[in-house]
């Protein structure tokens, strides 16, 4: 019962973060410059809400569990989204809801098998001419539609397939193996964007994997430290609420203060673009790393000079110290997280946004069982040169810790190597539809 109340969990999550901030975004009309700011606004106060929630969390939720239970912390937080229902469908008469057009899986499945396929049986190249006809007549486009600024430009006025990935222009051929597999230029065209922002998402993964480490390895860190705040101890569970309360601070003052300077000296609408916001991130998930890597060091030095290396009693050193470590890792992730929505929201197809902003999470889910994975590997490979295991002691004063947040500094460098060279050639929607 507890694992399947835990996969439904999972299911209901993933389907509110996954729908939740292109809904919110579509409010906004992304015509006019007015509704872009307020929509980047959006964006920044959602991973502010996210923030405020997580505090409640690592808080008052952490504090009853462990005075009051597990089942009155599970039943507050089923009372909790028991509530945000009718408040959710209390504005329904006000949303702005976009018609379901069916899965863009769909879609993007038919393309690369059309693809493929087509790749395979045509037997010369003519075959794989696009025959504009086949595509259906579209009415032509009013002028209020051009000024709402929407994708009906390509979805009403077929033009010729680009050049970039030539492989998916085969999927449009004038007679198709099967009708169902029968392309458009405009569905070949939105496979094309979504295969080209999976790079970005792709390098987010790693930032992710270090976050892991705020549940895990941090925790452990803290809890052989002094916690305790004048007369309160602050449980080891309860640390997330640095890099909660950092958000938090962050994201108004990244709204109010740094985006409008920006906006100034750049004299740009955005200010900071969405690929240099998830770039500032990535590198502040890299400082992290290292200031991880050296809080480890003071930290083991202070048990070895005070003889507490195999004692269970907490170290003379305040946890304050691994604060340091959230702050980075914690701005960092409103950072990516923020622009990663953002970006993936305005360069994704319509029909896609939803797919797309869910893509964001999954870097999440795919950057913690990374994490597993370079634990297992870090721990075989040091087991196997005849030494001891880096994650591997009696306690964790024994683990050689600062060598893994060492590694994961340097894998986050190269991550940012790797994202510099698809995130520099990249061109913005806008900017292709303008050549």
């Given at each position: 019962?507890?694992?399947l ?16 901030p ?16 307020q ?5 920044n106060y959602?991973?502010f809400c996210l ?13 009853i569990e462990?005075?009051?239970g597990?089942e ?6 089923t009372i909790?989204i028991?509530?945000s ?12 809801n ?6 863009p899986?769909?879609t ?5 098998v059309?693809?493929?396929i087509?790749a395979?049986?045509?037997?010369s190249?003519s075959?794989a ?7 259906p007549?579209y009415?032509?486009e009013?002028?209020k539609?051009?000024?709402e ?19 998916l222009?085969r ?5 198709p193996?099967?009708p169902?597999?029968e ?8 496979v094309?964007i979504v295969?080209?922002i999976?790079?970005?998402?792709g390098c987010t ?10 549940s895990t390895f941090s925790v452990?860190?803290?809890?052989t430290?002094n ?7 602050v449980?080891p569970?309860s640390?997330?609420v640095f890099p ?12 109010h203060v ?7 000296v ?5 200010g ?7 770039g500032?991130?990535?590198v502040l998930?890299?400082i992290?790393m290292?200031?991880?890597a ?5 930290r083991?030095?202070v048990a070895?000079?005070?003889g507490?290396?195999?004692?269970a009693?907490?170290?003379?050193i ?5 604060a340091?470590?959230y702050l ?19 360069e ?7 797919l797309a902003t869910s893509?964001s ?10 994490s597993t994975?370079i634990v297992?590997i870090v ?11 880096w994650l591997?002691?009696?306690?964790i004063?024994h683990?050689?810790l ?11 460098a190269?991550n940012f ?10 061109k ?5 539809a303008?050549?």
């Open positions: 019962m507890l694992f109340g835990l996969y439904l969990v999972a299911l209901g999550v993933g389907g509110i973060k996954g729908s939740l292109p809904h919110g975004a579509e409010q906004f009309n992304e015509a006019s410059p007015q509704g872009r700011k929509r980047s606004t959006f964006f959602f991973v923030s405020c929630g997580a505090l409640i969390a690592v808080t008052l939720v952490v504090w462990d005075n009051k597990w009155w912390g599970f039943g507050i937080s909790a028991l509530l229902i009718p408040i959710f469908l209390a504005g329904s008469s006000f949303y702005r976009k018609i379901p057009s069916g899965s899986l769909t993007i499945c038919k393309v690369l059309a693809a493929l087509n395979c049986t045509c037997k190249p075959n001419i696009v025959n504009m006809s086949t595509s007549s009415p032509a009013t002028g539609e051009v000024e600024g929407t994708d009906k430009a390509t979805e009403f006025n077929p033009q010729p397939p680009t050049e970039s990935l030539k492989f222009n999927a449009l051929v004038n007679k193996v099967h169902v597999l392309c458009t230029v405009q569905q070949v065209e939105e094309k295969i080209k999976l790079p970005i998402f993964i790693m930032l992710n994997c270090c976050l892991a480490q705020l452990q860190q803290a809890a430290m916690t305790k705040v004048r007369s309160m101890k449980p569970a640390l997330p909660v309360l950092f958000i938090m601070i962050l994201a108004p003052v990244y709204d740094i985006i409008p300077f920006a906006r100034k750049t004299k740009s609408e955005m900071i673009t969405h690929l240099q916001r998830i500032i991130g990535l998930s890299i992290a290292a200031v991880a050296l809080v480890e060091i003071k083991k030095r070895t000079d005070s507490l290396l195999d004692s009693s907490p170290l003379p305040t946890f304050f110290w691994i340091l470590q980075f890792l914690g701005s960092a992730d409103l950072f990516t997280l923020a622009g990663l929505l953002e970006f993936f929201f305005t994704a197809p319509t029909s896609m946004r939803s893509l999470f999954a870097s999440l889910a795919m950057g913690y069982y990374l994975v297992s721990n075989d490979v040091t087991d196997h040169s005849g030494n001891k295991p591997s002691g009696s306690t004063n683990y050689h600062e060598k893994f947040y060492w590694l994961l500094c340097v894998l986050s190269l190597l790797h994202y510099l060279f698809w995130a520099i050639p990249y913005y929607r806008s900017t292709r303008n050549e």
